[in-house]
Nanobody, 114 residues
Framework: QVQLVESGGGSVQPGGSLRLSCAVS????????MAWYRQAPGKQRELVAS??????VNYGDSVKSRFTISKNNARVVFLQMNSLRPEDTAVYYC?????????WGQGTQVTVSS
């Protein structure tokens, strides 16, 4: 059974930081790309960051230089979010994909507000 379990969301003031984690099980970790997406109310889901099996990274324009995606050998993917802004408020989703599959986590809420 494939599971992607996100954690680390919450509420933070503008300028603050959060680190999201996504624990992956049920797939061969490393033989696929991982990504974080987000969806704000009334908006389409958008790519935040991705990391390939070769550790090539890609970021959405609005988060470049503020967010960092990484992964470890313990089957966990991280999203370090710094200098958070109110417009970063959204549900953040972990995604694992390859040419054979596309799996999603349940999402974790991030709220940036003063």
């Amino acid at each position: 059974q494939v599971q992607l379990v996100e954690s680390g969301g919450g509420s933070v003031q503008p300028g603050g930081s959060l680190r999201l984690s996504c624990a992956v099980s049920g797939i061969i970790f490393g033989d696929n790309a991982m990504a974080w997406y987000r969806q704000a109310p009334g908006k389409q889901r958008e790519l935040v960051a991705s990391i390939s099996s070769r550790n090539d990274v890609n970021y959405g324009d609005s988060v470049k230089s503020r967010f960092t995606i990484s992964k470890n050998n313990a089957r966990v993917v991280f999203l370090q979010m710094n200098s958070l802004r109110p417009e970063d408020t959204a549900v953040y989703y972990c995604n694992a994909h390859s040419r054979y599959y596309d799996y999603w986590g349940q999402g974790t809420q991030v709220t940036v507000s003063s």
